[in-house]
């Protein structure tokens, strides 16, 4: 199983960008998907998550209303829309996957089983 994000790079405060995780090996339209960033020296956090259906979300207080998740499960794929970045979004971009089905996106590390490479966001002031 990989999972394979994209999209990243250098915007400027106020721009936008939009991340996409392309899962290969297994489908995920039962599955939980969601997003966590890492910024240099902090540990990992949670940004948003996604359901299987993609009719349930899950958002960081931090980037409620600036970002929006979704999924398309034809393409096994979950996007990240990012606007109105600002430059504490700088960091590296993970997505994961959680193995059981049917599990609300939350926003622990150790529920996801399935980890992608990464993708660096950098946001300049």
């Known amino acids: 199983v990989q999972l394979q994000a994209s999209g990243g790079g250098l915007v400027q405060a106020g721009g936008s960008l939009r991340l996409s995780c392309a899962a290969s090996?297994?489908?995920?339209?039962?599955?939980?998907m969601a997003w966590f960033r890492q910024a240099p020296g902090k540990d990992r956090e949670f940004v948003a998550g996604i359901n299987g259906s993609g009719l349930r979300t899950s958002y960081a207080d931090s980037v409620k209303g600036r970002f929006t998740i979704s999924r398309d499960n034809a393409k096994n794929t979950v996007f990240l829309q990012m606007n109105t970045l600002k430059p504490e979004d700088t960091g590296v971009y993970f997505c994961?996957?959680?193995?059981?089905?049917?599990?609300?996106?939350?926003?622990?590390?150790?529920?996801?089983?399935?980890w992608g490479q990464g993708t660096l966001v950098t946001v300049s002031s």
């Open positions: 090996g297994r489908t995920f339209s039962r599955n939980a």
């Open positions: 994961a996957g959680d193995r059981a089905p049917l599990q609300f996106p939350g926003p622990n590390t150790g529920a996801y089983d399935y």
